[in-house]
């Protein structure tokens, strides 16, 4: 779960920072020139690019299972909870961000399930 998980966030993250026009527009989003705006969507595609390295790390070492799926789980958590609260405020976007919603709190909530499960060192 580690690896998939980790995979999908270094697409979306490389998607993000390098082809932000070509990603947000397979949503059904169309960004502007602003340098600011564009600065605001890339940067955080940086930041999943990171968050997937490390997850990924902890598909290499077993030992270090806990600190990756904590990671997993709050990346993907946060990511599905506040689309929710997003939509609760602005509204149901469209039917693929929708999909995205339900597939991050699943990833999220596995992750916390299996931090649960995790046997104390």
């Keep these: 779960m580690l690896a998939v998980s980790g995979v999908i966030l270094l697409l979306v993250g ?4 390098l082809q ?6 397979t ?3 169309k ?3 602003d340098p600011g705006l564009l600065s605001e969507i890339r940067a955080p595609g940086g930041l999943l690019i990171g968050c997937a390295i490390a997850i990924l ?3 290499c070492r077993q030992m270090i299972t806990q600190a990756p799926l904590m990671l997993n789980a709050i990346v993907y ?3 599905g909870l506040s689309r929710l609260l997003s939509m609760v405020l602005d509204g149901l976007p469209s039917a693929p961000l929708m999909g995205a919603t339900a597939v991050e709190l699943v990833i999220g909530g596995v992750c916390v399930v299996s931090l649960l499960r995790l046997k104390p060192n």
């Design 27 to 29: 949503e059904g989003i």
């Design 31 to 33: 960004l502007g020139n």
């Design 57 to 59: 790390l902890g598909t």
């Design 20 to 25: 932000p026009y070509a990603f947000f527009a």
């Design 14 to 17: 490389t998607a993000t920072l």
């Design 77 to 79: 958590g946060s990511f």
